[in-house]
């Protein structure tokens, strides 16, 4: 790899020397300080631990496992690291930014109301909201990567005698409903023990939902979960409800078939609404840019809603028996207006669903209401209906307001699923993360959480950004650039509450596969507890949109101090062989 021929026409060729990987200076200088005569022994790793990682429980014996993990590399010097292996040591998979070893650590005892909750929308769905096949596959993949709410719409076939699941009144091809649930059964406990949860979106007559209880009952058995006819008072928790399956509906007033979509949407506005317009998806909007947007967006309905009927005595009178009684999580708006939805029952709770918009206007008036619902409630956020191409929506937004339930299209790419995929990392990634103690509780003063409040700084999380590598191995030479190597830059940041939330961009290099940027950002964090430490390369291109070259996304809560290998990860969320930038993170 020393030097690479780029071919510029017919009859001439350029010529480039490529660099090989070489620690930083500031690595340079910690290596020098923590050996002597250019080794370092285990005594002085596991110092280095102590002191540069903050690992401070770190041992003997723990630094000469890392050692010896080494060895096979034919870098090792026989009394300790050289400045080479040392290197290499940092830039390995054994030194990554989360704890891989940490696991499941949040406390699991309390009721579902206290846990983000990872969670799906339309999960049956292989690509858009209007064409694309529905399928039991993407359920598959959804839980096999810790999702724990699958939602399934569903429907008569075309014989009105059995049940099938498609998104209505579009040119979706239906799946049975049997497969879908035979799929969850098989698939849902891969990821995570703890519990999965079933959203029916149901058009189903009382004949109907009585097969589809037959069909709940007989394929999940001992493992589903049922609340009996009574309401819940308080919600289980998830550790009580290890490997078992809910069902979440709304007890439905009618039969549903003919329910009417709502073409309030015109051409003009529909084209507004891109979606993920760039190759590796718009940037995540803001709290105040979705509310400068709201008055230009129309929707369709999505038949997400929860109809007012969750004390209608004609809901109950038109639902099977059998059906009702497989209900674990009740969902229902009730009668009236926001405040009505978001009235707190002392003796019973409940799941309540909004659309992004609905809950992007509410919070503008009803913000504190909304996280003292969530204190108690299941609060239900789903994608706008004109969402047709699959995208999503700024998940901090309802995380700030304690939304368990940020339901996302799982199929599709881009920067805010990077944010969701971020958030679930936490936790061991078990598909549920605590909520921080200030959504789920008043302060001595009676005040519950205000996301717009002006909080004082509580740290300052100080980002190094040193170098990358690993596309040479894992992309084509002329992959970003057809006649020279790539100019790569780096894109760091925070998403969070809108104090906090902000991106920086370093220079760029060019022709350079191993990118050495060395640059320091730092970033005030008022809420530490909601944030999420974005970062992203992209390769700069003069004349064209500039090549997506790899991100991910970390929650601030568990990053490991210290200097850090940071795996990149492709649009679709899946980790790359090889590239990985080099990266200290501190708190100052």
């Not at 999505?302 to 109950?316: L, T, V």
């Not at 995208?391 to 940020?406: E, F, K, R, T």
């Not at 101090?561 to 492709?570: C, D, F």
């Amino acid at each position: 790899m020393s030097k690479q021929t780029y071919r510029v026409c017919f009859c001439f060729r350029r010529r480039f020397r490529l660099a090989a990987s070489e620690a930083p200076p500031d690595v340079k200088d910690i290596f020098n300080r923590y050996s002597e005569n250019g080794v370092m022994s285990a005594e002085q790793l596991r110092q280095f631990l102590v002191d540069v990682q903050a690992e401070e429980g770190a041992t003997l014996e723990e630094a000469q496992a890392i050692m010896d993990s080494l060895k096979h590399l034919n870098l090792f010097h026989r009394r300790g690291f050289n400045l080479e292996s040392f290197f290499k040591y940092l830039f390995g998979d054994v030194n990554l930014p989360l704890n891989p070893n940490l696991g499941v650590h949040h406390e699991m005892n309390s009721p579902l109301s206290h846990y983000f909750i990872h969670t799906g929308h339309n999960s049956y769905l292989t690509g858009n909201q209007l064409s694309s096949d529905c399928s039991d596959v993407p359920i598959i993949n959804a839980l096999r990567k810790g999702v724990r709410v699958i939602e399934l719409d569903i429907w008569p076939n075309s014989t009105d005698d059995d049940v099938v699941v498609l998104h209505g009144r579009t040119l979706t091809t239906p799946v049975e409903l049997i497969k879908c649930l035979k799929s969850i059964k098989e698939h849902a406990f891969v990821a995570s023990d703890y519990p999965v949860v079933i959203t029916l979106e149901d058009h189903l007559t009382p004949v109907l939902q009585a097969k589809v209880a037959e069909m709940i009952t007989q394929t999940f058995g001992d493992i589903l979960f049922t609340a009996g006819s009574e309401c819940l008072s308080e919600f289980s928790s998830p550790e009580s409800l290890k490997k078992r399956v809910m069902i979440s509906t709304k007890p439905p007033k009618e039969y549903l078939h003919a329910k009417k979509v709502q073409e309030k949407e015109s051409d003009s506005k529909q084209r507004k609404d891109s979606g993920d317009e760039e190759a590796w998806g718009k940037e995540v909007k803001n709290l105040k840019s979705e509310m400068d947007d709201e008055d230009e967006d129309v929707d369709i309905e999505d038949g997400d809603d929860d109809d007012d009927d969750d004390e209608d005595p004609k809901a109950e009178q038109n639902t099977a028996p059998e059906y009702k009684r497989l209900i674990a999580i009740r969902a229902g708006k009730g009668k009236g207006g926001m405040l009505d939805w978001l009235r707190v029952d002392p003796n019973k709770v409940r799941r309540l669903s909004l659309s992004e918009q609905e809950l992007e206007k509410s919070i503008e008036t009803y913000g504190k209401d909304i996280v003292r619902f969530t204190q108690r409630n299941l609060l239900r956020v789903y994608p706008k209906g004109i969402r047709f191409d699959s995208s999503n929506y700024n998940p901090l937004i309802g995380w700030m307001h304690g939304a368990q339930m940020v339901a996302f299209n799982m199929q599709g790419y881009g920067r805010s699923l990077w944010l969701m995929h971020g958030m679930f990392k936490a936790n061991g990634g078990c598909g549920y993360v605590k909520k921080p103690d200030f959504l789920l509780k008043a302060d001595s003063y009676g005040e519950v959480f205000d996301p717009r409040a002006i909080l004082p700084v509580k740290t300052t999380l100080r980002v190094t950004i040193y170098m990358g590598e690993g596309w040479y191995f894992d992309f084509r030479h002329t992959h970003f650039d057809a006649y020279s190597p790539p100019d790569f830059y780096a894109r760091v940041g925070i998403a969070g509450v809108p104090a906090d939330t902000i991106m920086k961009k370093t220079k760029t290099l060019e022709d350079n596969w191993i990118p050495n940027w060395d640059e320091v950002f730092e970033f005030p964090l008022t809420v530490p507890e909601l944030a999420l430490l974005r970062i992203e390369v992209h390769e700069y291109d003069m004349s064209e949109k500039d090549d997506f070259a790899g991100q991910t996304c970390l929650p601030v809560n568990e990053l490991r101090k210290g200097i850090r290998a940071v795996p990149l990860s492709s649009r679709k969320g899946e980790k790359y062989n090889s590239v990985k930038l080099l990266m200290r993170f501190e708190f100052v």
